[in-house]
């Protein structure tokens, strides 16, 4: 099981499969909802860490991908080092971000190549899902953050992947009894799979990493049963409906339920 997941996650982001979708998901242009929401969590990280870190830290993007949130860092000076565990990612950011600056590994999160309490902030982007198992993710984090290192993780929210795709959540409703009524346990999250937020928190705080902020980010695309009905310009507007709504102050837990993206900023708690 353990090496299947590890070629499944090997496979998802090789130049043969996703990894040039993922590259471009980053790029200027902006009809895909799905790209919006990956450069607003890009725009919010970099933010956060530029205004949050110092300068003179060292910054570990874990997950690094092609280079999305080394390349702003690394143009505002910051002590960089990326991991991923794809090979061909790592190419990519080479390309992307030249020869010089930022030292670039291959490793998987749940075995960072790097000395306790060595780095002061972790970026961490999408990568737990991936994770095979999450707890095992945020003991490495914890390990490797020094005394009041922050870590930023994100996820993809199962809630909202049932809020807007009815037919999922109906059948989702309707297994829950007849799993009851058979006893049958509850499967393991696939590969890449959107998380439950409490899990995810609760992963956290078991593992000595405390809840600085958390930031909702859009809700996507609306979905009938997996297939997205429509990622451009409806999209925009449906999200920017749903995020007017959802903001205002008595709904703002319902809007970080529901939100697609989750950015978790968490500390790493000395006690």
Request: with cysteine.
């Amino acid at each position: 099981m353990n090496m299947d997941w590890k070629q499944a996650a090997s496979d998802r982001f090789s130049l043969a499969k996703d990894a040039n979708k993922w590259a471009d998901l980053y790029r200027d242009s902006a009809a895909n909802i799905e790209a919006t929401m990956f450069k607003q969590r890009r725009d919010f990280t970099v933010n956060y860490v530029l205004t949050n870190v110092s300068p003179n830290a060292q910054v570990l993007d874990l997950g690094c991908g092609a280079g999305p949130v080394l390349g702003p860092l690394q143009q505002a000076g910051m002590n960089c080092i990326g991991i991923d565990y794809s090979v061909d990612m790592l190419r990519l950011a080479r390309s992307n971000l030249g020869t010089k600056g930022v030292p670039l590994v291959q490793a998987e999160c749940e075995k960072i190549p790097l000395p306790d309490a060595s780095v002061d902030c972790i970026v961490c982007l999408g990568v737990i899902s991936y994770a095979l198992s999450i707890d095992v993710a945020m003991q490495e984090l914890r390990r490797v953050l020094k005394d009041g290192g922050i870590a930023i993780v994100s996820y993809r929210n199962r809630y909202n992947e049932l809020l807007l795709d009815p037919p999922k959540l109906i059948g989702s409703l309707l297994q829950k009894p007849i799993n009851w009524l058979r006893r049958k346990e509850r499967a393991a999250p696939g590969i890449g799979s959107a998380l439950k937020p409490a899990s995810v928190r609760g992963s956290a705080k078991a593992n000595g990493l405390r809840l600085l902020h958390q930031e909702p980010i859009g809700f996507g695309a609306l979905r009938l049963n997996g297939k997205v009905l429509s990622d451009g310009r409806l999209a925009h507007r449906f999200n920017r409906l749903l995020n007017g709504v959802f903001r205002l102050v008595p709904m703002a837990s319902a809007h970080r339920s529901f939100a697609d993206v989750h950015v978790l900023v968490l500390n790493k708690s000395t006690s």
